[in-house]
């Protein structure tokens, strides 16, 4: 299996407009590496977003949603989403139609004032990205990834790319913000 870089796709990469749905599973479909066994072959892929997609009630959300639903085409669709506490306990139950498999996960609140915010501060990372990193959240992730064998991970979110970043290096990862 080939790992693909983290990437940001573009107008430019498709020739089509940057929203485009189906440009960006064409791009995922010719990236999307060999299964590894012949039994296997429907796509194990990972959604990772701060917003979790159910009920549609802001853009970001219904972007989510149309993301999930254009790629259940291509195989098993697994979403982890990173909420606060407040957030987590207001979703609690809500189902999510379509998709293989769901993992709720705490997302870190950032406090720019912070000694942790302003030490961050000194790093080439955007500071509310290392600020907001839990070792022992991306193991919970990377967990979730392994045991279910998933080999596409994709972050809908920016809050999300460090936890993106701390996977295996065999599974192709896709920045989709």
């Known amino acids: 299996m080939v790992a693909m ?3 940001r796709l573009r107008a430019s990469d498709t020739g089509a407009p940057a929203a485009s749905l189906r440009a960006r599973i064409a791009i995922l479909s010719a990236w999307y590496p060999e299964p590894r066994d ?21 853009g970001a959300k219904h972007r989510l949603r149309a993301t999930i639903d254009a790629l259940v085409e291509l195989g098993d669709v697994h ?8 957030e987590r306990q207001a979703v609690e139950g809500v189902p999510v139609a379509g998709v293989a498999g769901l993992a709720v996960l705490p997302l870190p609140e950032f406090h720019p004032y912070s000694p942790r915010a302003v030490l961050a501060g000194l790093s080439a990372t955007p ?3 290392n600020a907001t990193w839990d070792p ?10 392994i045991e279910r064998g998933i080999d596409t991970v994709i972050a809908a979110d920016m809050r999300t790319v460090r936890y993106l970043l701390s996977l295996p290096e065999e599974i192709t990862l896709i920045f989709d913000e």
Not at 136 to 145: G, S, T
């Open 79 to 86: 979403v982890v989403v990173f909420l606060d506490e407040t």
């Open 136 to 145: 022992c959240i991306a193991a919970q992730l990377r967990r979730f990834i």
């Open 5 to 7: 870089p983290a990437t």
């Open 38 to 58: 012949k039994a296997s072959l429907r796509a194990r892929i990972a959604i990772l977003s701060a917003w979790y997609p159910e009920p549609r009630d802001n």
């Open 127 to 129: 500071r509310s990205l």
